[in-house]
């Protein structure tokens, strides 16, 4: 059975920085798209990053400079290192899956960790 | 960037009826377009995958169609458990991209 599981979150003053896990099981991370998706309080989903098989990232302007997507093959796990965060990074965080197929559809998907940025 | 757009951004329709979201991509997209329903809580859970395929263990009331730049989502007969907010999303390697949504209640 596929799962993903986030971790993580929590609240940090603005300008601060926050690691993102993201476990995954019943699957390799290596073998699939991985990405960053999240949801401000009351608002739509926003995709924020995405690091495919062979290794490329690829970053929303909102967040480019300031996150880094990376994962472990070993403990097949994918990451979302945030730094400089502002207020309007508050959100819910998911990491969700892609298949090597060209629709780009995440077809997996985990519960979502909360990032709360405020003084 | 390809930017989405959604309508309407809410609809009331009661049991049975039949519901239709269209979106609407700024450029073609040939058939990379994909439709996600999310309840209040919960992660998105993938309904409709390149415009017009049904997941796997998706209620077959749920369809998708269209081309290039514009698409539509149907629930042929809405039922109570279908109250949730609709997202669709494209994907233009290497990027990707949400519509606003479309929140889905019972009249």
């Known amino acids: 059975e596929v799962q993903l599981v986030e971790s993580g979150g929590g609240l940090v003053q603005p300008g601060g920085s926050l690691r993102l896990s993201c476990a995954a099981s019943?699957?390799?991370?290596?073998?699939?798209?991985m990405s960053w998706v999240r949801q401000a309080p009351g608002k739509g989903l926003e995709w924020v990053s995405v690091i495919y098989s062979g290794g490329s990232t690829y970053y929303a302007d909102s967040v480019k400079g300031r996150f880094t997507i990376s994962r472990d093959n070993s403990k097949n796990t994918l990451y979302l290192q945030m730094n400089s965060l502002r207020a309007e990074d508050t959100a819910v965080y998911y990491c969700?899956?892609?298949?090597?197929?060209?629709?780009?559809?995440?077809?997996?998907w985990g519960q979502g960790t909360l990032v709360t940025v405020s003084s | 960037d390809i930017q989405m757009t959604q309508s309407p951004s809410s609809l009331s329709a009661s049991v049975g009826d039949r519901v239709t979201i269209t979106c609407q991509a700024s450029?073609?997209?040939?058939?990379?377009l994909n439709w996600y329903q999310q309840k209040p809580g919960k992660a998105p859970k993938l309904l409709i995958y390149?415009?017009?395929n049904l997941e796997t263990g998706v209620p077959s009331r749920f369809s998708g169609s269209g081309s290039g730049t514009d698409f539509t989502f149907t629930i042929s007969s809405l039922q109570p458990e279908d109250i949730a907010t609709y997202y669709c999303q494209q994907y233009d390697n290497p990027l990707f991209t949400f519509g606003p949504g479309t929140k889905v209640d019972i009249k």
């Open positions: 969700a899956s892609s298949p090597l197929l060209p629709g780009g559809y995440f077809d997996y």
């Open positions: 390149d415009a017009s």
């Open positions: 450029q073609d997209i040939s058939n990379y």
């Open positions: 019943g699957f390799t991370v290596s073998s699939n798209y």
